[in-house]
């Protein structure tokens, strides 16, 4: 089995704590109701939300995925860290086994905002390759939706406070 690396960064004008608490631990809840075109619903299926908990998150009718289930590994509500792995879904192809991340918001030297900064492994099947640039498409999407929590934060500034 093949692991390729990936770390990515971005910024946003919002503190780490509301960033994670919206993003993390409410994630079932807001994602669904600000991006109903990328997520259909996000259930916890198993557990209470903390360290083995797994989340089923369904996508749209008409979505080039259908689902994706992913297991709660490590949660650090005081660090605002969390880390999570792929388990299931079609996502994975025939390629992949796996996908690990690991979500860390950090507190930035600017404006009281914050540094979320990703680390993924992508964990694959046999000896099977993969390009880092097949990922690039999946890294853009998911800044666009911290951009998104991003605004909504900014819009409603008791939200998470």
Known sequence: MGVLHLNSETTTAVAPSRMFKAF???????LPKLVPQSFKNIELIEGDGGVGSIKLINFPDGSYYKYVKHRIDVLDKENFVCKYTLI????LGDKLESIVYEVKFEASSDNGGSVCKVASEYHTKGDHEIKEEVFKASQEKAVELYKVVEAHLLANPDLYA
Do not use: P, R, V, Y
Not at 24 to 30: A, F, G, M, R, Y
Not at 88 to 91: A, I, R
């Open 88 to 91: 299931e879904g079609d996502s």
């Open 24 to 30: 993390i631990l409410d994630s079932q809840n807001l």
